[in-house]
């Protein structure tokens, strides 16, 4: 065991006769999740293992400061050495992504996101509109003229990937805020491909004419051209914005670079920090320069306080990125999705746009197994494979039961998996699926939730699971 692990042994030991002291539930919990984490094959692509000193940082007073505002600009006092924790943060980020401009304080993806969008209104409608009056703050127009403001935001366009062909709830889907602040339109994937049809997308853009155009995903397993969406952004006059929040370890990582890279031709960039970039649970948005006034005001336009103890764990995961080991890894999630993608389609199993080139694997389950999403997911759930139901592009099964389920490598890879134990997996996952059957609905029928795994299947799976991931423990040394 490495000092350092020994080191958080006994951290986690003290704390957790801590938390037993207050709340044995709590406690109780907090050992149960590491012990069902250890013992599950984690291939949701939104998950990941953060590092000890990761989640050390967390738990630190931090958490108890207020510090609305920006570095050296607070409404509250005393907070120095916030200010600190937020710049060495935000220096991570910057020289990290090669970004004129960061932005920490967001305190999830959906924050992220909505800090970008009311930064980018403010940059496109509501600078211009203040300008055209001659005042500087919005206090300043007349209640006519704020009367009139408020409508041109009402009336701006967004056009984002649509939830089915891969798209996330906050590029302009209506049971989200993006899709009722903004008029919305969604573009969508090649009917025959499953990829994105850059020529069809422009087309549509010139036609619906959106102020913000936004690329990125959570469930599309291929990777985008960024320098293409700038130049259909400029063809229309659009503000370009990516969410990155799926991908940004592998551009961290130098997976992506060049025209898949998206910091470079972007306006805006928003990510999550707990995905593949392995950090604490977050947000923070990149951006150009000019945007950096309107993006600093996410506190308070639609943040409260930032949590000062998250920022700090930002930084340390950031730093972890810059490392040649975080290249290495980003580079293994890559080729282990491939590894998936071939275990799965050897053995039968139909993907959606025929295989992957990022983290994400996007198997059809309806089409290879006869299988909704919901079924396979909860066959898999109980023989100790972690993975989601997913949409598949024009869904028969509709967003609730699906056809599909998505995989992705960013949490087994940081376990060590590399494409043997991949291979494996995709080993495990057929050997459930295609002993599994959809029961008889009470209605009769086919039910699309319940299903009957056949005799010692689960059982047997899971020992092999647990089996495989023995070879490779979390947090090895720990033992609460
Ligand atoms: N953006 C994308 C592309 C995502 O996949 C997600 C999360 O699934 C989010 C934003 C939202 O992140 P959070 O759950 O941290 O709000």
Redesign the pocket.
């Known amino acids: 065991m490495s000092d350092m692990t020994a080191a958080a042994d006994r951290a986690y030991r003290e704390a957790l006769s801590v938390i037993e002291s207050v709340e044995p539930r709590i406690a109780a919990a907090t050992r149960q999740e590491l012990t069902d984490q250890r013992g599950s094959l984690k291939l949701i692509a ?1 998950e990941n293992y953060a590092s000890l000193p990761v989640l050390l940082t967390m738990g630190t007073w931090f958490s108890d400061k207020y510090a609305e505002g920006t570095v050296g600009h607070r409404f509250y006092a005393g907070c120095q050495n916030v200010d600190t924790v937020e710049s060495v943060a935000a220096e991570h980020a910057r020289e990290l992504f090669g970004a004129e401009y960061a932005y920490v304080q967001p305190h ?4 992220a ?1 909505l800090v970008a969008y009311w930064a980018i209104l403010a940059h496109k409608v509501e600078r211009p509109g203040l300008a055209e009056k001659g005042v500087k703050n919005v206090n300043d127009l007349s209640e006519e003229d704020w009367e009139t403001l408020r409508h041109r935001f009402g009336e701006q366009r967004l056009m984002g990937m649509s939830l089915d062909a891969g798209g ?1 709830l ?1 590029h302009g889907f209506r049971p989200n805020i993006s899709g009722k602040m903004f008029h919305q339109r969604s573009y969508g994937t090649d009917p025959t491909s499953g990829l994105i049809d850059y020529d069809a997308l422009l087309a549509q853009a010139r036609e619906f004419k959106p102020l913000i155009l936004v690329a ?3 469930a599309y397993p291929r990777r985008v051209n960024f320098a293409k969406m700038r130049e259909i952004a400029d063809e229309v006059g659009a503000v370009l914005m990516v ?1 990155m ?2 991908f940004a370890g592998l551009v961290a990582g130098k997976v992506f670079t060049g025209e898949e890279d998206p910091v470079p031709y972007a306006d805006v960039v928003t990510t ?1 920090t ?1 995905k593949s970039l392995r950090g604490p ?1 977050g ?1 923070l948005v990149l951006a150009k320069e000019e945007y950096a006034p309107e993006v600093d005001r996410g506190c308070p336009m639609v943040l409260g306080g930032p949590l000062s103890h998250m920022m700090a764990a930002k930084a340390v995961a950031l730093a972890e990125a810059r490392t040649p080991a975080f290249q290495q890894y980003a580079q293994n999630v890559a080729d282990n999705a491939k590894a998936l993608a071939e275990g799965l389609q050897k053995r039968g199993v139909k993907l959606v746009t025929g295989g992957t080139d990022n983290h994400i694997v996007l198997a059809d389950i309806a089409a290879s197994f006869g299988l909704t999403g919901r079924q396979a997911e909860s066959a898999l759930v109980d023989s100790g494979v972690v993975t989601n139901r997913n949409s598949v592009p024009a869904d028969p099964n509709g967003a609730w039961y699906t056809s599909g389920i998505r995989l992705g490598t960013p949490a087994l890879t940081s376990r060590g998996f590399g494409a043997d134990e991949f291979d494996r997996t995709a080993e495990l996952i057929v050997e459930v699926l295609s002993n599994t059957t959809a029961a008889d609905a009470p209605k009769g029928g086919a039910s699309k939730a319940k299903y009957v795994i056949a005799d010692g299947i689960a059982d047997r799976v899971q020992a092999e699971a647990e089996e495989l991931l023995g070879k490779f423990p979390l947090y090895p040394g720990l033992e609460l």
């Open positions: 939104s999830s993806g959906i924050d996101n996330h906050t990125g995903y959570s969410d929040a799926h999550t707990h649970r947000g």
